[in-house]
């Protein structure tokens, strides 16, 4: 049986006092060395997750409650999400890639280099209803041996935020001007594009205009971290953002106000939300994974809009 530690809603702003859940948080699983990247699959009620130093990828099961190795051999991967079509799309730092694993379990190459430079170290990824793929490129998995290979930047240690259209294969930098693009989330009606900017000084959330052409404009900061740094962020249903944070995860009201936040004995690295009314969160945190049943519901996004694969 999971273990269990005191859920701890501190209310910030009377906006947050409907955000609430159950009593207590579960710890799915600990004894990992850094866990990110969490995906939820809805058609088999199962969770799948990065456990990036050790090169390896985790699954739990929510009929049973059990936890597996769903991958050996990550290429250390970090961030996931599922497509339209319910396949895994993952960024394997070690590999310096972008990948989807089929149904049948063969791995897709996404994107593993831009004008004949091989990327940095892809973070996360997010998938558009237009069947595009969005996702930052630090260079955390190049920096040293622990969550990667060790390498050299191509990029001359430019991190960039890129959109691939694995229909076309056309691939493109829609934002150049950060300092380590991490963490990133659309809007429900997926006009915005909120991305971290995780090394800033405080580290900070921002919000970009998707345009009809699917590049960025705008750029605003959102919001700034008031403890560590934002990883990994989603948005519920009332256009709230959540981001992980050193003390647990932060709730933003659209307009930005820190109103409340879950706070969690280790450092909240991503999140998701997930089951089928979308009111399950999972957080990654530290070594463990942490969830909780919650009285709102993770954000309802459109259906593919096109035959796209």
């Not at 991503?270 to 049943?293: D, E, I, M, Q, W």
Request: charged share 25%.
């Amino acid at each position: 049986m999971a273990d269990t530690v005191p859920a701890e809603f501190r209310l910030l702003d009377e906006r947050f006092r409907g955000c609430d859940g159950d009593f207590v948080v579960e710890r799915l699983h600990s004894g990992a060395r850094k866990t990110e990247g969490p995906a939820y699959f809805p058609a088999g009620r199962y969770l799948v997750w990065s456990d990036i130093p050790n090169d390896r990828m985790l699954r739990w099961d929510e009929t049973t409650g059990a936890v597996g190795v769903y991958r050996h051999g990550s290429g250390y991967a970090n961030g996931n999400t599922v497509d339209r079509q319910g396949r895994l799309v993952t960024c394997e730092q070690g590999n310096r890639r972008v990948t989807r694993t089929e149904h049948d379990g063969t791995i897709t190459v996404l994107a593993d280099g831009f004008h004949g430079k091989r990327l940095n170290s892809p973070n996360d990824v997010v998938v558009r209803a237009d069947g595009t793929i969005w996702f930052t490129d630090p260079i955390y998995g190049i920096h040293s041996d622990y969550e990667g290979n060790r390498g050299d930047s191509e990029f001359d240690g430019a991190c960039h935020v890129f959109r691939l259209d694995p229909a076309t294969g056309d691939m493109r930098i829609v934002a150049d001007d950060f300092c380590r693009p991490n963490g990133l989330a659309f809007s429900a009606d997926e006009q915005q594009l909120y991305i971290v900017d995780t090394r800033q000084d405080p580290s900070h959330i921002r919000v970009f205009d998707v345009t009809a052409e699917g590049t960025l404009g705008g750029g605003k900061i959102f919001a700034e971290c008031d403890f560590g740094r934002f990883d990994g962020i989603r948005l519920d249903d009332g256009g709230r953002v959540w981001a992980a944070a050193w003390d647990g995860v932060h709730c933003f009201d659209p307009d930005g106000a820190l109103i409340g936040k879950l706070l969690l004995p280790e450092p909240a690295a991503n999140l998701t939300f997930g089951g089928p009314k979308r009111n399950h969160l999972f957080v990654t945190a530290g070594t463990s994974v942490y969830t909780l049943r919650v009285t709102f519901n993770g954000a309802h996004y459109p259906p593919a809009s096109s035959e796209k694969r």
